[in-house]
């Protein structure tokens, strides 16, 4: 699986679907550029959801807010003092990481050791010194290649939540046991289990807003006044607190500070919902898998707004509506499926979350979370802004067609109440990525070398068509250039291969970057203007005249519309 991988990530490189961002100066770490046929692929994914989400429904708006975030706004939705994930480093290894996404410990039990795993020999020769002089002097350790086998006297397991585990080593001074508290993870690379204490991490990237240096003013206001280094960081953060602002860590909360002005501007109630596709930042511990988990990252998200009386229900309507989505586009979906979160893993203010999850080669990966968060982010707002965004609504009835919590009914009339939001939200780097990995196929042929085929999506592909004169010759440029006219005025991305390669080396090519059909242009097309058109996932091919081809493409475009 992690060979297929790479090949992908070849492939995607190779033609122009990803690039490391600043390569030439040795890249960003986490950070891509998306290329010709990238950015062709984000732009499809995003405008099927928001034709499907927005364009085809009278309930839902769109929203575009800024990605800058005062001070205020993420303190009263909680992100400055709670968005946090917890932090361990690698005594070894200096690498950081989440312990709640780490492994537990390989322990070779019936040898009663500790196998830590090095890149290199050299590398774990300087780790075993390291151990033995600094992390755990006097400690039983034994070079074997890349490992260093530690011997255990004593392994207790932890408690399920992380306490009372223990490691006690074998020492060479049996005088002067050895012993490390163990928490029931390591590092996730090495499985080495010397680590730090696990620590708070802010996610949120911070920046100031000041056509003045703040830098200027810490200097001037606090060398003077502070006197602990717990009141110089108080000192620091109350001289820069004006000018802070930071960048969107995610965008939901520039729907909720805009609720009520969208309900007035729109004539909008409750049930509706406000769509936003934008850029989002988190500085995440760990970057992985290529474009997985990054520090910059789109996201497709609607903020549904409904009666809390009805949220159970519209919780389940987008559950379901947003996994057939996902399914409609994919060719295994099989490897799509949804996992609801246990009661320990959901957010404080959420009373459910569904979890879309994808088969990634290196296992199951998060792609979407539906989440019902009730007014909670709403009600933060109204009390940190004193904001208007209570709905007042005359004759509250059961909506037939919609199950409904009559507990929560209002019983006064006319009815007030703060809009419960059930939120909808998808990484479009993730989708990118699932729907690749579910695309990418190796295809073997009499024994030749297996070649790639991306089965995307005939709506995701980069490029709906090709077109292909039979050979480099001039007369046959006009008819290609006029079926690809053609097709551009759809608005499809078509290209025209007019280079001097056979005609199923060309197919080949386009095959790889998933463009589901090919046209070629040839002899007889000077005759009767016809031209042949062939399907890239059957390889069926069939003759047709060339302004009969945006008719045959659209149809097939319409047909997956509609399914």
Known sequence: MAQRFRALLDLC??????????????????????????????????????????????????????????????????????????????????????????????YLSDMRQIPINAPDKATAKLWKDTIEKHVAPGIMATLKGKQILLHVKNFVQPDENGNGGRIDFDSLDQQQPISIDYHGYVEPNSNSPFLTDSRPFNLMFKTFLDPIDPIDRIIQTTTETAGSKTNVREAVDDVLRPSTVYLRPETAQGVFVNFEQVTRTMNKRPPFGIAQVGKSFRNEIRLEHGIFRTPEFEQLELEYFCPPWESSHWFKYWRELRFKWWLDHACHKEHFRQRDHTSNEMAHYATGCTDVEYLYPWGWGEIEGVANRGNYDLTQHIKNSNASFEVVQDNVEPTPGIDTDECLLPTESPARYVPHVIESSCGLNRAMLAYLCDAFHQVGEDGKPPRSVLKLHPRLAPVKCAVMPLTGKPEFMPIAESVARSLRRQGWYTMVES????????????????????????????????????????????????????????????EDDDS
């Open 13 to 106: 490189k190779r033609r122009g679907f990803l690039y490391q961002s600043a390569e030439i100066y040795g890249g960003l770490r986490g950070a891509y550029d998306y290329g010709p046929l990238g950015v062709e692929l984000k732009k499809n994914i995003l405008k099927s959801w928001w034709q499907r989400h927005v364009y085809w429904r009278d309930d839902v708006v769109g929203l575009d807010t800024s990605i800058l975030t005062p001070h205020p706004v993420l303190k009263a939705s909680g992100h400055v003092d709670e968005f946090t994930d917890l932090l361990v480093d690698c005594m070894l290894t200096k690498e950081r990481f989440r312990p709640d996404k780490a492994p537990a410990l390989h």
């Open 499 to 558: 280079q001097k390669l056979k005609i199923g080396k060309r197919y080949y090519r386009h095959d790889e970057i998933g463009t589901p059909w090919c046209v070629t242009v040839d002899y007889q097309s000077l005759e009767d203007n016809t031209v042949t058109i062939r399907e890239r996932d059957t390889g069926d091919q069939q003759r047709l005249h060339w302004k009969e081809v945006q008719h045959y493409i659209s149809e097939r475009l319409l």
